[in-house]
Every structure is written in C-alpha cells, then in structure tokens.
C-alpha cells in the first residue's frame, strides 16, 4: 500500500474506512466547498491537517496528481494506551512504557521500536504533532518490529501521563541535569520511561510532571547521546532490574 493518498475522494475515502493517518496537507485555495466533508472527518479523527502553497506541495508530491490534497497513511494502525495497558495485563506484568517526547528523526523512532520488542516492554506513546510519526522510513528502520510493538498516539502527552500516574504507574524521565545517575534510580514497579527528543530532551512540562529523573553520566566531549542509544541503555536498565 502507498504511504501517500492523493485527491479529494481517496483521502475522503481513506478516512471513511478508518485507515490510519499521519496527516493531511491541503494547498491553499483550494476551494473549501470540497473540502468540507474531509475537514470535519479529519477533525473527528484528531487527524492533523497543514495547509501549505500549492507550489509546496508540488514539490513534496511530483508528479502525483493530488487535486490540492494529500494524505500520509501510517506504516501501522495505532492503538489506545488502554490496549497497551491490557497487553501487560495479559501477561500478568507490571505495566513498562516508553513515552518519546518530540522525536523527529525516524531512524531513531524505528531503533527505539526495536530494542522496545527485543526487551519486551508493552508499548510505546508518542505526541500526535511535532513528533515523526509511523512511517515506511519508521517502518524499515525497525527492521519489522514495528509489526510487533504497539504505538499509541495522543493529542497531549501530559494530560496522558497524569492518566498514566492515577493508575499507580511510576513516571521516570531521562534528562542530562537528573540528580540520579540511572543505574543506582529503582526501576521497578509499573513504569513509563520518558524520553527526549533529539537535541532539546524532555520539555518543561513533561519534566514537572515525572516523578523522577536520572542522568546517563557523560565522561566525554559531547553533551549528549543519540536519543534511540539512551533509550536502550535505560530500557535495558529497567529489564536487568526486573531480573
């Protein structure tokens, strides 16, 4: 299946069967009469829509007759963090979470996805915007894994970790400045392990909100590691500390 729907009535239809969807790019002036029906189905779907030049979207899309609209399908079909809380229920395991925050390259997003499955954590959250999302580059990245590990996608991640916290689920966050270096931190117990995005790291916010935050310790000259070689070192932290 093509990752990108081109024209007004494949996208309207891909919508009106539930396939999902990344986001929508609408060229502008392109006449709204049209468009109506597949803006309101958008917005039921929290489905995102950007709307950029035609000539933008010329380029992004040559050759591909696309009548001002195009759609970018998922490389999978999310789930709701509730499927993923079932998944560790199923097992009869303590919930372990990954929650990427604002991680924009999809090299990255594929490694996480894959040391996710090969470490059997139960799923990974990801933020519906600013964030890459499941495509085919995702997709191959994961070397298949993304076919095993389920991703939940939310329109605030903040709102979702205070869920996540009313459920007993510890929230632990990676950041350079954390007070505990990550392998003295207790990683036990229902978890969500939250992860930076490339360069920035946890946001303000979401920063506030975890309960905790370790440190990797770098020795070295660069300030940081790459975000999907941090999240291995943690996952696999909690993984040895779950025995």
């Keep these: 299946m093509s990752e990108i729907i081109a024209g ?4 309207r239809e ?3 069967a539930g396939r999902p969807i990344n986001k929508i790019i609408v060229a502008k002036g392109t006449g709204a009469g049209p468009l109506s029906e597949i803006m309101n189905l958008a917005r039921e779907k929290n489905v995102p829509v950007q709307m950029v030049e035609r000539t933008n979207l010329d380029k992004l899309n040559p050759g591909i007759p696309h009548q001002g609209i195009v759609a ?3 490389a999978k079909e999310y789930v709701e963090v509730e499927d993923i ?3 560790a229920g199923a097992r009869g395991e303590d919930p372990f979470i990954v929650m990427l925050d604002e991680i924009n390259d999809p090299h990255n997003l594929g490694a996480i996805l894959r040391t996710v499955d090969a470490a059997g954590a139960h799923g990974v959250i990801i ?14 990245a994961s070397a ?3 076919e095993y590990v389920p ?3 939310v329109t605030n991640l903040d709102q ?3 869920q996540l916290k009313d459920r007993g689920i510890w929230v632990v966050g990676a950041d350079m400045e954390g007070p505990e270096v990550y392998w003295e931190a207790k990683l036990t117990g229902p978890l969500l392990l939250v992860i930076g995005g490339e360069g920035k790291g946890i946001g303000r916010l979401i920063k506030e909100r975890c309960d905790m935050l370790v440190r990797l310790p770098m020795a070295g000259h660069v300030g940081s590691l790459n975000a999907s070689v941090a999240a291995a070192l943690l996952i696999y932290e909690v993984v040895r500390q779950r025995g």
Excluded at 8 to 11: A, C, D, G, H
Excluded at 127 to 140: D, E, F, G, H, I
């Design 8 to 11: 007004r009535n494949p996208v």
């Design 14 to 16: 891909a919508l009106r």
């Design 72 to 74: 970018y399908a998922a």
């Design 85 to 87: 809380l079932e998944i």
């Design 127 to 140: 933020p519906q915007r600013r964030s890459v999302a499941l495509t085919s580059t995702v997709a191959k």
């Design 144 to 146: 298949g894994a993304v």
């Design 151 to 153: 991703v939940a996608r």
């Design 160 to 162: 979702t970790i205070r």
